[in-house]
């Protein structure tokens, strides 16, 4: 599926986006390993949360839905999945795999996890060290480092896991082990990641600590079904806030946005670029959310580095094209994570960026961008990265001339919906062809 793009001159209007990627994960996680019965609203009905769903079904979870965005989940309790008779497919989602290997270590099963050709590429071995000396049996291509990954679940001990690195997801697959642990399991890192999965288990009714960068959880809790609304992701939200920044005459309002400040780093990074943004704020289910309205502004260059980036980390490449249409250089670095996504986000957009004009410059753990150069609108690939490609889709909206994306299904892993939100938003040229 080829993705084209003509500039336009105005964008207006209020929206809603997908449902947030990472907390519809974890709730349908959690709701499958708790008592009782467990509603989620906004579900994201994306590729990967869809895989999430699916594993859980093999798992002999009873699962209603999605329809419309709902789901209902009838959970089987802390021990009570079942040995899956064939293979688990997470797909191309790093977070469906890394955190059901939390899960599945604690089972009294056998169990199998595969994914596409993509996610099999992706490292593992940070959850599986910290998941085998708490005890699991899980082995691998390349000695677990690489799926697929066959785990012999069994009885686990706590640990205190010191992270490497912030990673959310690697923080999050130590907590749901730490569920099948008697006593107290805690990591700590060195800089804070994202917290979904501390306040959807405190929403399910675990006890959880936080000290500093240490978060802390008291293992065999009796988690109870509940009901969720999932807020709108931030991360698809950074696409239309800067397709409104820098397309002429854009006023565009992006209403229930998920606030959570672990993930508002491209608020702040777009507000010291001169971005015009007006946010606010109200709550759901431990989780912040609001509204976010943007207009058309005239950027200006930035430096990012340290304990930002976790905040920002999947909002990166659609910043790069932000720094392309800006004024002056903007450099970001510490931010090697990202070789390791869906692609090596930092080679693509350095990749396909160049093509459309733009002075980019790749560096070992960033990249560095000359903005205020015109862009012309060429033939560009997605790579199979949903998030490159639609940032690249935001590039060619205010690019001369035409942009045409290979292989831009990709966007259906996280925002189905892509293109009829630029229409709602008064896109009079269509998107897909």
């Known amino acids: 599926m080829e993705l084209r793009i003509k500039p ?25 390993i ?3 019965v467990t509603t989620l609203e906004n579900f994201l009905e994306g590729e990967d949360c869809l895989a999430t769903l699916a594993c859980f079904r ?17 959970g089987r309790g802390l021990h009570g999945l079942l040995e899956p008779s064939a293979v688990l497919d997470a797909k191309n989602s790093g977070t469906t795999m890394r955190l059901l290997l939390g899960i599945l270590s604690g089972q009294p099963f ?9 996610l099999r590429r992706r490292p593992m071995g940070r959850v599986v060290r910290p998941l085998r000396s708490m005890g699991a049996r899980i082995i691998g291509r390349r000695g677990g480092e690489l799926a697929p990954l066959a785990v ?117 990074v777009l507000q010291a670029m001169g971005a015009g943004i ?52 903007s450099v970001i670095r510490d931010a090697g994570e990202l070789k390791y996504k869906e692609s090596n986000r930092l080679a693509t957009m350095t990749a396909e960026l160049s093509r459309l004009g733009a002075e980019v410059e790749e560096l070992p753990d960033g990249l ?18 949903h998030r490159v490609a639609m940032a690249l889709a935001v590039a060619g909206l205010a690019a001369d001339g035409e942009t045409v994306i290979s292989d831009a299904g990709a966007v259906n892993v996280s925002y189905p919906g892509f293109a009829e939100t630029f229409r709602q938003l008064r896109e009079r040229q269509p998107l897909w062809k």
């Not at 093999?58 to 989940?73: F, N």
């Not at 056998?110 to 993509?118: I, K, M, N, P």
């Open 8 to 32: 336009i001159r105005s964008l207006r209007g209020s929206v809603n986006v997908p449902g947030d990627k990472s907390i519809s994960h974890r709730a349908l996680m959690l709701g499958a």
């Open 110 to 118: 056998f169990s199998v996890l595969t994914g596409d050709e993509s």
């Open 278 to 329: 007006e946010v606010t704020l109200s709550n759901t289910s431990g989780e912040p959310y609001g509204d976010i309205t943007v207009y058309a502004s005239e950027l200006r260059g930035f430096e990012i580095g340290g304990e930002l980036i976790p905040r920002l980390i999947d909002e990166v490449p659609v910043l790069t094209v932000a720094a392309a249409y800006a004024s002056g250089k």
């Open 34 to 36: 708790a008592d009782g």
């Open 152 to 268: 012999q679940g069994g009885r686990l001990q706590p640990v205190e896991f010191n992270s490497p690195v912030p990673s959310a997801q690697v923080k999050s697959a130590v907590l749901l082990a730490g569920l099948y642990a008697p006593g107290e399991t805690s990591v700590t890192e060195p800089v804070q990641s994202r917290d979904h999965t501390e306040r959807m288990l405190a929403h399910f009714g675990a006890e959880v600590r936080r000290s500093g960068l240490t978060v802390s959880v008291t293992g065999e809790p009796s988690l109870k079904g509940t009901y969720i609304r999932v807020p709108g992701d931030i991360s698809s939200a950074a696409f239309l806030m800067v397709a409104a920044c820098i397309v002429p005459d854009a006023a565009v309002k992006i209403s229930g946005v998920g606030l959570n400040p672990t993930r508002t780093g491209v608020l702040e």
């Open 58 to 74: 093999k798992l002999g979870v009873d699962i209603e839905g999605p329809q419309s965005g709902r789901v209902i989940v009838r």
């Open 368 to 385: 560095i961008i000359r903005g205020g150069k015109r862009l012309r609108g060429t033939r560009l690939k997605s790579h199979g990265d």
